[in-house]
Each structure stands twice: as structure tokens, then as C-alpha cells.
């Protein structure tokens, strides 16, 4: 019988010039297998996902001034990293920030040997890209969400099993 997924909170963060921000991360022994992804991660005991998100975004990248908003999207991901297999069932929040200065604070052992840094993203820079971001249609749901603002209720992203 498969493992109950992971519980993950992630967060689209977004600065007053509507870019969003990504961390680079890799396979810890193994930089040159790398990409973009969203902060969040793994719920912790009995905090909600929308504490977790926050907690998260704390500790990934200093950012504590944010303005979290609602579900846009639920993704099931199943992904081998750092030797073992993770199935994660993934709840992205949007968010908003005045704040552009990141500064990783409460980093786990795994993050210090896999997040490389973090970097801003406009959506023609992302569309543009040639690197592999997770989940791997964020340019066109960056893009979706600038056009016509958060969906009316959670969407819920094709299964991506790597």
C-alpha cells in the first residue's frame, strides 16, 4: 500500500512588480542536477497548511512582511531526491511582499545541501527560460494568474510523477 503523501504548503510570492520568487535548488550530491522551484514545504505537526506556508517562506528566505492570499492551485507529485522517493500532495497559496531582500534563516541540513539561492522572476523572463522549474507549467499559470488574477477556486494541476 502507497505512503499517505507529504503534506506541502508552497507559496507564489509576488513583489509590487509582479515578479515571483523561485529558489534554485539541486540534488545535494550532484549541483549540476538543478532547478527552480517555489518556497515551501512539509507541514509540522498540527499547523494548518496557511502556517505552514508562512513558516516556511520564514525560514527559506527571511520574508515575514506578506499578504497571504488564497489556494491557487493542488498538485500530486511523486519525485526521487536525495536518495529516497517523495510523494507530496503540494497547496500553492498566492502571496504578495514589498520585501525583495531574501536571506535563508532556518534552513534544514537537506536545504543547506540543495538550495543554492533564490532569485526574482518577471514572466516573460520565466516564459523565456530554458531551465526546468517545478511545477513545470509555471510560466503559463504565472501568466494566467497576471491576466486574470487568482482562479475562483483552487485548480487542481495534472499529476506530475518524475
Do not use: K, N
Not at 1 to 18: I, K, S
Not at 110 to 124: I, K
Amino acid at each position: 500500500m502507497p505512503a499517505e503523501p507529504r503534506r506541502v504548503a508552497r507559496v507564489v510570492l509576488l513583489d509590487p512588480a509582479d515578479r515571483v520568487l523561485l529558489l534554485h535548488g539541486h540534488e545535494p550530491d550532484d549541483p549540476a542536477d538543478d532547478w527552480w522551484f517555489t518556497p515551501g514545504g512539509g507541514v509540522e505537526g498540527d499547523e494548518t497548511r496557511e502556517e505552514a506556508a508562512l513558516r516556511e517562506l520564514a525560514e527559506e528566505t527571511g520574508i515575514t512582511d506578506v499578504e497571504l492570499g488564497p489556494v491557487l492551485w493542488r498538485r500530486q507529485c511523486s519525485f526521487p531526491f536525495a536518495g529516497r522517493r517523495w510523494d507530496q500532495d503540494e497547496w500553492y497559496y498566492l502571496a504578495r511582499t514589498t520585501t525583495t531582500v531574501t536571506r535563508a534563516t532556518a534552513l534544514t541540513e537537506l536545504e543547506r545541501r540543495s538550495v543554492a539561492g533564490a532569485r526574482w522572476w518577471t514572466c516573460a523572463e520565466l516564459t523565456g527560460s530554458h531551465e526546468t522549474v517545478y511545477p513545470t507549467r509555471l510560466a503559463e499559470l504565472f501568466r494566467r494568474l497576471l491576466d486574470e488574477g487568482p482562479p475562483a477556486g483552487p485548480v487542481t494541476l495534472e499529476t506530475e510523477i518524475v
